[in-house]
């Protein structure tokens, strides 16, 4: 015999009883954890190998108010993936270490004009309010990226452009990316 509610009304052919024991409480928790998932930035930009015009496209997701995990994924599949970190005067040195991580033996190790060695007080002035990231590809290959926000409230979310290098053939990347809704 099908089960009613006190009402006469079907509910799921389960009795309204049971819908307030265990399955209920997994159900509160999924739309508890899909809510807050909702809440997490996300966007995605685009780019292009500079002199080659090669597509490279960029996906991020934040973990919170200042960073997050960032994808470079170049036309021909190749694959990088890293962290992003937003500079600002909350940040810590210790949160900026991973930004070094496979630059120091390599050719291009800090020769580049859109990133100074740091972190110092200088690399504090220069890089407020930007985002800076260190990607790499399964081969140990890195690449390192400096976004200008168009907000640095809104951080990501707000959209950018910025430049990216590759470790071992010192080419470089222009990207931007949508401002998110």
Known sequence: MPTTNDHGVWLF??????????????LWMSLAMLALVACQSAGTG???VRGTQKPV???????DADSGDITATFGNGRVFKGKYVQ????????????LWDGWGDNKNG????????GPDRE???????????NLHAADGESMRC????????RGMAGGGDGRCQ????GKEISAQFRRQS
């Open 13 to 26: 052919g389960v009795p309204p009883r049971a819908m307030l024991g265990p399955m209920s409480k997994m």
């Open 46 to 48: 685009s780019g292009k």
């Open 57 to 63: 496209a960029f996906t991020w997701q934040a973990e």
């Open 87 to 98: 500079i600002t005067d909350k940040t810590k040195a210790e949160e900026l270490e991973m």
């Open 110 to 117: 800090s020769n580049w004009r859109h990133w100074s060695r």
């Open 123 to 133: 690399f504090w002035k220069t890089y407020d309010g930007r985002v800076l990231a």
């Open 146 to 153: 400096k976004f200008a926000l168009n907000s640095e409230q």
């Open 166 to 169: 590759v470790s071992d053939s």
